[in-house]
T-cell receptor
């Protein structure tokens, strides 16, 4: 069964610094996708970034980048130049490909606090 | 805005009573999902649907049933609510456009079972 592990329950970072949130995954499939979501204290789930298993380049979206290391099965989220508004819970998720069985499995999340 | 709404947004009920949560979408997306979120557990999939009358179980489906009689509505039913089902429930849809296939989530429904 696929599994997503986020080992950091909480992280702190100073405003304007970069931070890396860890995510490792376990699957024997060759085709899969990795996602990161942000959940601020208001509760909504916000999609941030996606990486496909066959993508050769690391995904980037503005200040977010995904450090994809396939051999190590890791998909860490890097947030550059942290802002106070980045304080939130962050979830890593994985989906496997194939037919109608399309679903995302989530990690337990990392609570990021950005200090002024 | 993917046009997804959940109702009710908040509900308090008593143990043993039936509860139905509704997820409504306006854009004809094929895939719909119900997740629950609990502290320390992240989001866990309860049930999902890949078309009208086509549903499947997720990892925490015990005590829950679902129905999808039309494309726009996906109902989650707790036949006899228990305190362990106190949670925040999120409905989600899968975007069909674009290559990433991310899920878009509703605002959540907070259920308290006393």
């Amino acid at each position: 069964a696929q599994k997503i592990t986020q080992t950091q329950p909480g992280m702190f970072v100073q405003e304007k610094e970069a931070v890396t949130l860890d995510c490792t995954y376990d699957t024997s499939d060759q085709s899969y996708g990795l996602f990161w979501y942000k959940q601020p204290s208001s509760g909504e789930m916000i999609f941030l970034i996606y990486q496909g298993s066959y993508d050769e380049q690391n995904a980037t979206e503005g200040r977010y980048s995904l450090n994809f290391q396939k051999a190590r099965k890791s998909a860490n989220l890097v947030i550059s130049a942290s802002q106070l508004g980045d304080s939130a819970m962050y979830f890593c998720a994985m989906r496997l490909s194939g037919g109608s069985n399309y679903k995302l499995t989530f990690g337990k999340g990392t609570l990021l606090t950005v200090n002024p | 805005d993917a046009g997804i709404t959940q109702s009710p947004r908040h509900k308090v009920t008593e143990t043993g009573t039936p509860v139905t949560l509704r997820c409504h979408q306006t854009e004809n997306h094929r895939y719909m999902y119900w997740y629950r979120q609990d502290p320390g557990h992240g989001l866990r999939l309860i049930h999902y649907s890949y078309g009208v009358k086509d549903t499947d179980k997720g990892e925490v489906s015990d005590g829950y049933s679902v129905s999808r009689s039309k494309t726009e509505d996906f109902l989650l039913t707790l036949e006899s609510a228990t305190s362990s089902q106190t949670s925040v429930y999120f409905c989600a849809i899968k975007f069909t456009s674009g290559r990433s296939g991310e899920l878009f989530f509703g605002e959540g429904s907070r259920l308290t079972v006393l």
